[in-house]
């Protein structure tokens, strides 16, 4: 999540800029005379599909130059929660 500090006039010309960039997952600190005054963040984090998620991912990789790794042990557990799972019992929203 990055955190965005701008003047309170910055905030007053572009309100609108500014809470696409909150709904988008930034935090805002808004500052008088460099002095902060007020954080704006969105009250729940943003909803993604999984195709938003691995277009981010993708993108932050272009934009540092490189493509993160999977920890080795973390791939592991991922590896046996896909072989243990069981299907949803969905019998009792009947």
Known sequence: MALIHISEAEAADDFAGLM???????EIVIESDSH???????????????????????????E??????MDAVFAADMEEIIRN??????????
Do not use: N, Q
Request: no cysteine.
């Open 36 to 62: 902060p005054v007020a954080i704006i963040r969105a009250v729940a984090p943003p909803r993604r599909s999984i195709s938003e998620s691995i277009a981010l991912a993708e993108a932050r990789s272009k």
């Open 20 to 26: 696409a960039r909150v709904r988008a997952g930034e």
């Open 64 to 69: 540092l130059g490189y493509k993160p790794a």
């Open 85 to 94: 799972r069981k299907p949803r019992d969905t019998s009792a929203w009947d």
